[in-house]
């Protein structure tokens, strides 16, 4: 569940992690991570308004998929969330937090993915964000597939991001 967005500035996490931890819990066929690579700060910005679209869906439908986890997922069935790491550098990161806990707005989790340019965080490290703070969820399946992802489905594959409900 990792991409790479930002060579010196940001790093953007897709789909799937594979090794032993946080993403421990998907199937061995989830997708493999890749890594986009953004060299200025005006990639940078081009990069997310690009993804806009798709931020604004899954934010919008957010609210669902966190009802659906505190009603309890079905056996097998991980919810992740993308959030965006910073550090005291300036560099950005996007990174998948395996989720462990939602309380009110908070959402506690762990970095699911390997983490190759920001600073003072890990992968396995619990990490705490507000909802308000996410661009993505992902509910991965026994299966290998998933619901959501559409950051990483229109990095990956260009598929278009969706319009959100209610647009």
């Not at 500035?9 to 998907?26: E, F, I, R, S, Y």
């Not at 439908?61 to 069935?77: D, M, S």
């Not at 806990?101 to 506690?108: A, F, K, P, S, V």
């Amino acid at each position: 569940m990792n991409r790479l967005f930002g060579a010196s500035l940001a790093v953007l996490v897709l789909p799937a992690c594979h090794t032993a931890g946080p993403a421990d819990k998907l199937a061995p066929n989830a997708p493999s991570d890749r890594t986009i690579v953004s060299k200025t700060t005006s990639d940078l910005e081009a990069q997310h308004a690009e993804l806009e679209p798709c931020v604004t869906t899954a934010r919008a439908t957010w609210r669902q998929v966190k009802q659906r986890y505190l009603a309890g997922l079905p056996q097998g069935h991980v919810l992740s969330v993308t959030v965006r790491l910073h550090d005291a550098r300036g560099k950005e990161e996007q990174a998948f937090l395996v989720v462990d806990r939602l309380r009110g707005t908070r959402i506690e989790g762990r970095i699911a993915n390997e983490i190759q340019l920001v600073e003072g965080f890990k992968y396995g490290q619990h990490h705490e964000v507000d909802e308000l703070d996410i661009i993505d969820w992902t509910i991965s399946l026994p299966d290998g597939s998933e619901e959501g992802n559409l950051v990483g489905k229109h990095l990956e594959t260009g598929t278009p991001c969706p319009t959100p409900p209610g647009s």
